[in-house]
């Protein structure tokens, strides 16, 4: 089967699967594992991020998305020349990866599996369907994922609980939504500010102190750790403000962002540091 994937978690489970030699294109956000960024990338940013802060990406994005332009620039030539089996897409959040409406009129004729996940069990069930759809046993992975899972929640609920509050983005504050609350309970964390199942929405950093956390946990989206330490010492009076014992800055674009197998790896680093 020939597969290209415009949605980085997954590429990076058809990497999990063992599809890995399948997977013939990839966006220029698929950098894990290392092997998959060899492959032909098919997308490109319509805008330069690179050096805009939190304030200045929420800005920007922003005014693309009230304009009805697109974020990202994808060469649905080069995919058909690829000759793909499958494509892959999401449908959950227009700015963390290509939309699977931006491409489906353009890629009409070639299968689209659209995954759309807003928990934990609903990142799973994604990793089930694309095996499934690629003919492969999800069993091994999905046995390991869980039993991982499992390890780490009995870990955690052997602590006591701690209150925290979990920020996706920080210039403005965005509380934590979709499948990351779900970690956090696992973790023994209680976030009051948590959005189950829905999408993470702005807030102020008046609300972030008025939670009252003991633990202030960092994660941006789409921010490596270097870039996420940068833009949190560029707000560390707001996060001074908060009060918070201990703040704990993470890497979001690795971890926390991406709904593949590595939110495991997020649920044992929440426990490592809470």
Known sequence: MRIVSLLPSATESLFALGLGDQVVGVTHECDFPPEAAARPIVTRSTLQLDRLDSAGIEAVVSLTALEGRSLYDVDTEAIRALEPDLVIAQDVCRVCAVSAAEVAPELAGIRILRQ???????????????????????????????????????????????????????????????????????????????????????????????????????????????????????????????????????????????????????????????
């Open 116 to 274: 759309h996940p807003h928990s934990l069990d609903d990142v799973l069930a994604d990793i089930d369907e694309l095996a499934d759809a690629c003919c492969a046993d999800p069993r091994p992975l999905i046995r390991s994922l869980r039993a991982r899972i499992g390890a780490a929640s009995r870990t955690a609920h052997e602590l006591p609980p701690v209150r925290g509050v979990f920020l996706e983005w920080l210039d403005p504050p965005y509380r934590a939504g979709h499948w990351t609350p779900d970690l956090l309970a696992l973790a023994g964390i209680e976030d009051p500010l948590g959005r189950p199942g829905v999408a993470s929405v702005a807030g102020s950093w008046a609300e972030v102190a008025a939670a009252r956390p003991e633990l202030l946990i960092l994660a941006p989206c789409g921010f490596d750790q270097r870039r996420a330490e940068a833009e949190a010492a560029r707000v560390q009076a707001a996060i001074d403000s908060v009060g918070a014992a201990r703040v704990v800055v993470l890497d979001g674009s690795s971890y926390f962002n991406r709904p593949g197998p590595r939110l495991v790896d997020s649920l044992e680093l929440l426990i490592a540091h809470r």
